[in-house]
């Protein structure tokens, strides 16, 4: 490698001045370069002169950053704010403020310690999160770099130290500490690699170069004493892969762009050290700039779940006005019904202010009703938003650590990034995924070309394997292939190519050999790839941007053309002679690399041959390139085409490769035009750049194409065909071909053969034709009245066969995506995608995908998944309601803006279907049962103070009120949200079918939310009316005293700890140890904070004073009373349950049948059972089969048996 020796290999010492583009050199200016000095270009940088007046006036910003949420000022007042935008906490504030007031029904303290205690539990959270945030910027702000001091030495100093227009001398494997302009490095014309992982996720190394002017006086550290030199550039923006600026050095002004730019937090490769000035710091640099906030999102059970806490408030307020007209018509008729003598004279009214005085009925009315609304908040739980918060950190926390989601190969887990949106998991309806990385490996192999209208390959893809599946298993292609299957795979990484036409030399003895030669010349010459040679063998690997890339240079090598070396000047390789048969070597000097780019969709180098002739070399999509042939380079174009389309078919990506001569004089006008475009200073400088490449590259020769193969990832199929069987839509937006996306679909199950396809497209003749004539209004109209047609006509199709079986899938193009998701035919567009079972949309570009998954969000109202692998993939995964990033080949960007990452496609089977239907059934029991027993709590406070004639008196001791929601019950539940398992791994598999349950909402669906709460009501009146009248005629002790408030709250209380907690018992699936402690152990806990609570001096525990040891223990009604409560209270929740289950049992309770019966191991009656999530309209080899037994006649008298046995 350069620069030194690492693992035996070494990297000559390059001169690429010409390999990049946007190479900027000496040139003289033009006027464009006014920009510089105006809006947008006004930032001004003097090198080497931080600390002059000049630069300190500019006020730029420091190095120091901050990724931190909070600061040690704003925490206290910024995170309370945060906690308080919550409406039911907001709720807790008012009324925790007013029981400081005399309307209070209980101690201000009892109901502001409780909220305070939640209160800083999620406070607590939030600095610990950033805390760990914190740390990183302490880390990063105190690495440290060697600086200028401005006498020709440098010094260590930390990061946070740099200013703007510090020169600074970054080592090898070190990370550029801001964003530095490079002035010269340890190469000779100022070259250096550069590792961008950390801002794009890619792991290729990219070649930065530094400008001639800088390179060639600044070599050692004493050079930089007298450096003098004024960089005027583009403002902070968040653009990473543009430069705008001009260098202002010994009077002359120089030209920068993106190759002199060294970015912060990237890493220093390959090379022993670069000297760069500091133009960008801290918040500035281009890294910070993009560091925006993911979008906001939020589960659709947490919006709900707010509406139900709406309700609630509802509920409260109801109650209390309704109480306050009660206590106001009472207190004023209280007189007058006694004969002038109150009849309600325990109250004491004489002594009363206002409360209870009958003259002043009305405003005892109202202020009673703040007093209600503080006596009922406990309908509403205080620790329901942190409990849920806990719960999800903990689910994400075994997500984080399952083993079965772990990928050895890359050494990479499961990752959720966030815990907001685990049930929304367990709720999926559609997914909505990209191919190339996604469903495939992105990891190319070389596998067949065609060369002068040859097919050359002998090796057979997957999707012709499938291919052969759907006919029957029918020969591939010849009975000569079978010498060619290599059932171990590839021997060299890239290359799976056999053909002995043209292996080891034979290309010679081929009618067209020199046209053989020139196309492997091309694969050995036409791309920007860097050799590495092994010192110990001598043998020659690559370092190429892409993973095609790599496949082309190791196919040339395989096949005889080995590039080696790369030079200033040139590309060397050898290749074998012609003439003498012998092995040469061959150097053509690099004069240009006109890159490739998603517009442009090619890329081409000129080269000037051993022989003079200039040559430009292009390689791109068939789209692009067919249309630049030359009227006398069309000579193979014909076979070409019929080859490219059966390398489609067979699921493989293809370029077409082409050349063409040169002239001289055109090629000077094109440098001079070339080199003034890139020098440039304008915003427009890529489109220029772009209209003289475009003119270069025309009236190319064909010589071929290659077609390079992207593996299905391990597992594709199988996890398809189980997501279909759960009843999820699976979408694939890609930017293939349209062939080479339909044969994917059916290697992964996604089509089936007898599947209808409806297939929308712009090929008809007459749409040619307009293009032909170049009418651009006409072929819109055109388009546009053709997409619609063809939709009307899928949609047609799909209604005709209602009823029956069929299964349709919709193929759609780039192009036609276009007009179909126009504002006034999107929603047509939507409803002919959601009849189908498979959606397709071919060469769409990454805003479609993210509009497409806008579309379906919003259209269908169901949760749509987003998943994909690459930077294009990005805006459908925020788009969407949950997106899923690959940790794959094409780097981190769709990880870093995922909610949750995974290393492999078929990982996503156990996400959704095990640890979605688990979080989504947790967290819908956990919300149902919080509102359970609040409401079983708040009732009985209601029905007291009805009791009471609404006298505003509290059933409980004020701490008992407090501490019902923070200690008694709420761990049980967290247990509930974090262990629970309604169905094992194992069966959530065997059933896909039992996901619906998440997609339908059916655990959290207003009937069920309705009956836990009417179940509240029911054990609430039982609780109250059992205890109130079992002691209300009757002496309580042998002493003669009766039951006064103290023990009728002690018992009703004792009740509510042990039935809410036995509820819990009946409710859960499955146990645990954890949860054995956490339920008997609040019960228990309920019965030592009695004692230790009533033991504290009476001034303190009021009313609770020794009541339990005194009172309530020694008596056996007490204990009696506490029985019979739970069985009678627990009996209606039991009887509904058993009936359910017996009768009306949902998907999960009919599993649970199955094992408790021990039918799990029967597989005719698994499959019977499993039969149900078999549809004749979804995807999958299961539907395949399934589909294949129908059309046997077979399906239908199986099925009706089955169901009649079941």
């Known amino acids: ?109 009892s109901a502001l310690l409780p909220l305070g205690f939640v209160i800083l539990v999620s406070m607590v959270k939030e600095g610990i999160e950033d805390w760990g945030r914190k740390r990183q910027d302490i880390e990063v702000n105190n690495r440290r770099v060697k600086v200028h001091d401005g006498n020709g030495t440098f010094r260590q100093e930390e990061w946070r130290e740099l200013k703007v227009g510090d020169i600074v001398r970054v080592e090898k494997d070190e990370f550029f500490p801001a964003d530095l302009l490079l002035l010269s490095s340890s190469y000779e014309d100022s070259i250096c690699y550069v590792e961008t992982m950390n801002l794009d996720g890619e792991t290729n190394l990219k070649v930065k170069q530094g400008l001639e002017a800088t390179s060639s006086a600044l070599h050692e550290d004493s050079d930089f004493k007298e450096l003098k030199a004024v960089v005027r550039c583009e403002d902070p923006n968040a653009d990473l892969y543009t430069f705008v600026g001009t260098l202002h050095l010994e009077e002359q002004r120089h030209p920068l762009s993106i190759q002199q730019l060294l970015l912060r937090d990237s890493k220093l490769r390959n090379t022993e050290y670069v000297y760069g000035a500091v133009v960008f710091t801290g918040h500035d640099t281009k890294v910070i700039q993009n560091s925006t906030d ?33 206590f106001g018509i009472e207190t004023r008729e209280d ?64 997500i984080n650590n399952d083993i079965l989601m772990y990928y050895e190969e890359t050494d990479k887990p499961a990752h959720a990034r966030t815990s907001n949106l685990n049930e929304e998991l367990g709720m999926v309806d559609t997914i909505l995924s990209d191919k190339t990385g996604t469903l495939t490996c992105n990891s190319m192999e070389f596998i067949k070309c065609s060369i002068a209208g040859t097919a050359y390959g002998r090796g057979i893809t997957e999707v012709e394997r499938s291919m052969a599946m759907r006919s029957g298993g029918a020969a591939l292609v010849g009975d000569d292939l079978d ?14 190519f056999q053909d002995e036409r043209v292996m080891k030399g034979n290309w010679v003895k081929q009618r067209e050999a020199a046209v053989l030669q020139k196309f492997f010349r091309l694969l050995a010459v036409c791309h920007t790839a860097i050799p590495e040679t092994d010192e110990a063998t001598g043998a020659v690997s690559y370092e190429a941007e892409s993973p095609d890339e790599a496949a082309f240079v190791v196919a040339a090598r395989e096949l005889g053309f080995e590039f080696f070396s790369r030079t200033q000047n040139g590309i060397s390789f050898r290749e074998l002679d012609l003439a003498t048969g012998q092995k040469v070597e061959r150097v053509y000097r690099l004069l240009n690399v006109l890159e490739f780019n998603s517009a442009r969709k090619r890329m081409s180098v000129i080269v000037r041959d051993e022989d003079g002739k200039l040559l430009l070399l292009s390689k791109g999509a068939d789209n692009v390139m067919f249309e630049r042939l030359a009227k006398n380079g069309r000579k193979f174009e014909e076979k070409t085409r019929e080859h490219v389309n059966e390398y489609a078919d067979a699921g493989l990506r293809t370029l077409i490769l082409a050349y063409r001569e040169v002239d001289e004089n055109e090629y000077i006008e094109f440098s001079k035009n070339f080199n003034e475009a890139k020098n440039s200073v304008t915003t427009d400088r890529e489109s220029l750049i772009d209209e003289i490449t475009d003119q270069m590259e025309r009236d190319l020769i064909l010589l071929g194409a290659t077609a390079v193969e992207d593996k299905l990832q391990n597992g594709v199929p199988e996890c398809i065909d189980k997501l279909a069987q759960a009843g999820i839509k699976i979408w694939v937006l890609t930017g293939d071909k349209m062939e080479t996306a339909i044969n994917i679909g059916f290697a992964c199950s996604l089509l089936r053969q007898e599947m209808k396809q409806i297939i929308i497209n712009l090929e008809t003749p007459h749409i040619k034709a307009l293009e032909k004539a170049g009418e651009k209004d006409a072929i819109e109209q055109a388009s546009r009245e053709s997409v619609v047609k063809q939709m009307e006509e899928g949609k047609a ?41 498979s959606v397709i949309c071919c060469r769409s570009s990454p805003k479609q995908k993210a509009l497409v998954t806008r579309l379906v969000k919003s259209g269908t109202g169901k949760t749509t998944l987003g998943i994909g692998d690459g930077a294009n993939d990005v805006g459908m995964l925020q788009e969407a309601d949950i997106g899923i990033g690959i940790s794959g080949v094409e780097g981190m960007q769709a990880v870093m803006s995922s909610d949750i990452a995974i290393a492999q496609f078929r990982y996503l089977e156990r996400l959704l279907l095990v640890h979605g239907h688990w979080c989504y059934s947790r967290i819908s029991s956990m919300i149902c049962y919080f509102f359970y027993k609040n409401i079983t709590f708040g009732v009985t406070v209601f029905l007291y103070e009805a009791y009471t004639s609404f006298s505003a008196q509290p059933a409980y001791n004020d701490w008992f009120l407090s501490l ?52 509240g009501l029911i054990t609430a009146l039982a609780i109250f009316f059992i205890c109130k009248e079992s002691q209300e005629h009757q002496l309580y002790n042998p002493n003669g005293k009766t039951a006064g408030r103290e023990i009728l709250g002690g018992t009703i209380y004792t009740c509510i700890v042990w039935v809410v907690n036995l509820q819990m018992v009946l409710a859960i699936s499955y146990f645990t140890w954890v949860q054995h402690i956490v339920i008997w152990g609040s019960i228990a806990l309920w019965y030592i904070f009695l004692m230790v609570y009533g033991a ?111």
């Not at 019904?337 to 109250?347: C, D, S």
């Not at 065997?990 to 939310?1009: A, D, M």
């Open 964 to 1015: 019902f929601n923070v200690f008694f019950s709420s761990l049980p539940v967290i247990a509930l949200g974090v262990f629970d398992q309604d169905v094992s791994s194992r069966f959530c598999y065997k059933f896909p079918l039992l996901y619906q349950e998440g997609v339908q909402n059916l655990l959290f669906s207003w009937k069920r939310i309705i009956g836990w709460m009417f179940n």
């Open 1 to 109: 490698m350069p620069g030194g020796r690492q693992g035996g290999r070494r990297r000559s010492r390059l001169r690429l001045s010409n390999i990049y583009a946007f190479k900027c050199r000496k040139s003289s200016f033009q006027e464009d370069h006014s920009q510089i000095g105006g809006p947008g270009f006004s930032r001004v940088v003097y090198c080497n002169e931080p600390n002059s007046p000049a630069s300190e006036r500019r006020n730029y910003a420091g190095n120091y950053v901050r990724s931190t949420k909070y600061t040690p000022a704003s925490f206290i007042p910024k995170s309370l704010f945060e906690q308080f935008r919550r409406v039911a906490n907001f709720y807790f504030l008012v009324t925790g403020i007013l029981s400081l007031t005399p309307l209070s029904p209980y101690s201000a303290v």
């Open 797 to 837: 199709l799909i209604t005709g066969s209602s009823g029956s079986h069929e299964a349709f899938a919709l193929i759609i193009d780039g192009k036609s995506l276009t007009y179909a998701l126009e504002d006034d035919f999107k929603k047509q567009f939507l409803d002919l995608a959601t009849g189908c079972a």
């Open 294 to 326: 993911p979008p906001s999102k939020r589960s659709r059970i947490e919006r709900k779940m707010d509406k139900i806490i709406y309700m609630m408030f509802f509920v409260v307020f109801l109650m209390s006005f309704i109480g306050s007209i009660v």
């Open 335 to 398: 007189r007058a019904r006694a004969g002038g003598r109150t009849e309600r004279w325990y109250l004491k009214p004489d002594d009363a202010d206002i409360f209870f005085d009958p003259e002043k009925a009305p405003l005892a009315a109202i202020l009673h009703f703040f007093t209600a609304v503080m006596l009922y908040s406990y309908f509403i739980p205080i620790s329901l938003y942190v409990s849920i918060e806990i719960v999800k950190v903990l689910q994400s926390v075994f």
């Open 1096 to 1206: 504290m001096g009476p001034s303190f525990s009021t009313d609770a004073y020794k009541v339990f040891l005194e009172t309530l223990a020694p008596a056996p009604s007490y204990w009696l009373t506490t029985l019979f409560v739970m069985i009678f209270a627990l009996i209606p929740y039991f009887v509904f349950k058993s009936i359910q289950m017996r009768f009306f049992p949902g998907y999960h309770q009919m599993i649970q049948w199955i094992r408790y019966e021990g039918h799990s191991n029967d597989p005719e009656f698994v499959e019977m059972v499993r039969q149900r999530s078999i549809r004749p309209t979804t995807v999958g080899f299961t539907a395949r089969r399934a589909a294949s037994v129908r059309r046997s006649g077979r399906f239908h008298d199986q099925l009706k048996k089955n169901f009649i046995a079941f």
């Open 483 to 496: 010498v060619v299957v290599d059932k171990s795979g590839p021997k060299i990484k890239g290359f799976n």
